[in-house]
């Protein structure tokens, strides 16, 4: 579970930055989220498992993460990865 509580809004930020495969909004939204909180990069850095240092570099395009920190990142904010078959009413 994780103990970063987004609100709607910020819900539906991250929401459109994977409907339009937008990794940069991911990244702008989750450090503006996370520069609000106090040690908000700290702790989310901690429970996903990754360096403080290696966050900022990653949220700031100065490195890629792998897969699996892309996971742990996605299920930190409470989300779940559902992968769905493409269809005709599927945009894309």
């Known amino acids: 579970m994780s103990i970063f509580k987004l609100t709607k809004e910020e819900q539906e930020t991250f929401k459109r930055a994977f409907e339009y495969y937008d990794i940069g909004m991911f990244k702008v939204s989750l450090l503006d989220i996370l520069q609000k909180r106090k040690h908000g990069i700290r702790d989310f850095a901690k429970e996903i498992g990754m ?31 559902v992968i769905t078959s493409k269809t005709k009413e599927t945009k894309d």
């Open 51 to 81: 360096a403080r240092e290696a966050l900022y570099q990653f949220l700031n395009n100065k490195s890629e993460c792998r897969w699996s920190t892309m996971h742990a990142m996605i299920k930190a904010l409470g989300f779940r990865l």
